[in-house]
């Protein structure tokens, strides 16, 4: 594994930026002190000469590069760098005009801006720099042919030699300098890096897009040596059904996305490795940085779950099966009761006294509230044990709500509730299961009545919506707080408080809701407490597409006095 280096003392860049631009002014600096003391002392030497006397003002002109490098010193930047390089080649360009170029007695000053592009340390300005001295050159070409060849001075044009080679020396120093300080922060920023890696929990690997490892950094899982990722590669380390998986990770990883995939280790086949991958995208070609961590435990837990799981459903399972026979065995002797008590109570063979008649009219409709309770549950219990078979067949949706009406008018009756219908005036024909939807029409429209108090209204409409039923039942009852209508439509889950709760077993909505899942279809409820509630049942059963009306269906009222 390659262990991490002892990272070098991390670098700061404003710091290293404030030493570069120090070095620079006082580069300009001693390049603006050098040139104007060899000026003076030209004049001092009091060497008369046409050419002497064009060279110190042409001196001076290069001198004054340098006296605009010491803004340097205050603030830099990259226009600052490149606008003094302009000046630099003006500068050059003036002098060479003024001395002869190249055969004056300035002619080392013609290569400064060359020199002053290696100081100023960008590799773009270096082409720049060239063209400064370029133009110098030619403009003091230009000048011998137009005024002839100044005066000879072999001791001025070997001071400016040497100042030239001094100044480009100092210079070449300054961007060596200036690439050690870059490497140097680099170097820093590499180890840091490094050294963060190496502290993560888990092991980090550098690799390339086949899985080979490059680097490796951190603690490596016990089942997952490392060795092996270098000389084989992460695949070869994967218990094989595994690889495949882990190979299309690595192209996922390869294509930009970040990755996760759990293999089990080819030498611990008992250990579970989890592997984050994702692309290194600062590298050419472009890596793969992946993260493994020992997630045996995890998997140990999850593999837990799923088997709780299962026999969580196989014990449910059970249960729905045993309520199922259960239900069944006892509907037989419940069927009994109930026709032996009507017997008695409509005193088929012969007179009793009232008490017994009184009795016989309890036992009855015990007997029926039981066997409606059976059946519900009954029903429930084959849906969950996978055992209701619908049985589908066309019929028109009309005449499944009027049958389902007639069943709770005499309840609606009892109450003075009012029943009203809103069906299309042309049939309705759907494929679905006749008994199942007649089932939901009943239970909705005993719950609206159930829950409605005398004087109010329960409302039942069935429509077409493209390839859809909906049939919702609306009632002016006491409705639902908001808190109880997530539990509706769950086994023996009721809403209200006890005297509504005593009403009813909890199964009408949970059997509506099933019954319609059956028929890939879903049940919604709204409600208001004091207002009412709708609840609506949305089918993909409609076969045929009924004519439209000018109205959308009509209101038809139950018949009392059937």
């Known amino acids: 594994m390659n262990a991490p280096v002892a990272p070098s003392p991390p670098t700061d860049p404003a710091a290293d930026d404030a030493r570069g631009g120090s070095a620079l002014a006082a580069w300009h600096a001693g390049w603006a002190v050098t040139v104007g003391l060899t000026a003076l002392a030209a004049v001092g030497l009091g060497q008369g000469g046409e050419g002497l006397d064009l060279a110190v003002p042409a001196a001076l002109t290069m001198a004054t590069p340098g006296l605009l490098g010491l803004i340097l010193l205050g603030r830099d930047g990259e226009a600052l760098r490149a606008a003094l390089l302009a000046a630099w080649a003006l500068a050059a ?83 060596a300098a200036r690439q050690t300080r870059r490497l140097l922060a680099v170097e820093g920023a590499v180890a840091q890096a490094e050294t963060v890696l190496a502290g993560q929990p888990g092991l980090t690997l550098v690799l390339d897009a086949s899985g080979a490892a490059l680097a490796a950094y951190g603690a490596a ?104 026979n259960m239900s069944h065995e006892l509907r037989t002797p419940l069927n009994a009761v109930i026709g032996f008590s009507d017997i008695m109570r409509q005193r088929l063979f012969g007179p009793i006294p009232d008490r017994y008649a009184g009795y016989a009219q309890s036992i009855h409709e015990a007997g029926g509230h039981l066997l409606d309770l059976i059946n519900d549950v009954l029903d429930v219990s084959r849906i969950e044990a996978a055992r209701y078979d619908l049985n589908i067949e066309r019929f028109d949706v009309r005449e499944m709500v009027s049958e389902a009406l007639a069943l709770v008018r005499v309840q609606a009756d009892d109450k003075g509730v009012d029943l009203a219908a809103v069906l299309p005036p042309a049939p309705l024909t759907v494929a679905a299961d006749r008994r199942a939807l007649k089932q939901i029409a009943l239970n909705l429209l005993s719950n609206a009545v159930k829950f ?20 919702t039942v609306a009632d002016t009852g006491v409705g639902v707080a908001p808190e109880d209508l997530a539990r509706l439509g769950r086994p023996f889950e009721q809403a209200g408080g006890a005297e509504q709760r005593a009403q009813g077993t909890g199964l009408g909505l949970s059997l509506v809701r099933s019954l319609a899942e059956l028929h890939h279809g879903a049940m919604s409820i709204d409600s208001t407490p004091g207002e009412g509630t709708a609840v609506t049942v949305r089918l993909p059963v409609v076969i045929a597409t009924p004519a439209r009306a000018d109205v959308e269906g009509e209101v038809i009222p139950l018949d009392r006095s059937a």
């Open 221 to 324: 899982p016990a089942a997952l040596p490392v060795d092996p990722l270098f000389e084989e590669g992460l695949v070869a380390a994967v218990h094989t059904p595994d690889r495949p998986a882990v190979l299309a990770a690595l192209a996922k990883a390869a294509a930009g996305s970040e990755v996760h995939v759990r293999f089990a280790p080819r030498l611990a086949l008992d250990r579970r490795i989890l592997l984050v991958l994702r692309r290194l995208d600062i590298t050419e070609p472009p890596r793969l940085i992946a993260l493994a961590l020992d997630a045996t435990l995890q998997h140990a837990r999850e593999a837990g779950l799923e088997a709780a799981r299962a026999e969580a459903e196989v014990q449910n399972a059970g249960k729905s099966r045993f309520l199922a």
């Open 93 to 175: 360009i003036a002098a060479s005009g003024l001395s002869g170029g190249l055969t004056g007695p300035l002619g080392g000053f013609v290569f400064m801006p060359l020199a002053a592009a290696a100081a100023l340390g960008s590799s773009r300005l270096v082409p720049f720099g060239a063209l400064g001295s370029a133009l110098a050159t030619l403009v003091g070409l230009i000048a011998v042919a137009v005024h002839g060849a100044p005066d000879a001075s072999p001791g001025m044009a070997a001071v400016s030699a040497l100042l030239t080679a001094g100044a480009a020396a100092m210079a070449l120093r300054l961007s």
């Open 452 to 471: 409605t108090p005398a004087g109010g209204s329960v409302t039942v409409r069935a429509e077409a919506l493209g390839p859809d039923l909906e049939l």
